[in-house]
């Protein structure tokens, strides 16, 4: 069963969230409050089986700024999309896809964005396979201007 993620029953998808970002633990409560607080910008997504096990999630979000590739504002974008290793290919990420779709139109958004890192080549597939279209290949590049004094 796909279901709006709340602050009464988010345990389960803090797990996933840690497994597709490890090192995000320490993220989680800064991150849940932001999201739990405006519905109308973040929509988390689950995916729990009959026992009530958390399988799946996506996390996405209202992004008004530009958006590689897309042509309109604002943009629903896909953050992120995880399913357990045990609950994949059972169509737990189209049905996820499916629920941040329907909540994109309902904000107004006539598009649905996401990326993926250069050698991800699983997630390409993925998105491919959910009706996603690759549109450009982006390289970031940083040049510290200063040295922080602690």
Sequence with gaps: MIKRCTWLDHAGWLPLREALWPGSAADNERDTLSMFNAPHRYLVLTCVDANGQTQGFAEASIREDYV???????VAFLE??????GSRNQGIARQLVAGVEQWARDMSCAELASDALLDNHASHAMHEALGFAETERVVYFLKPLATLKH
């Design 80 to 85: 992120g999309l995880f399913v357990a290793p």
């Design 68 to 74: 590689n590739g897309t042509s309109t504002s604002p």
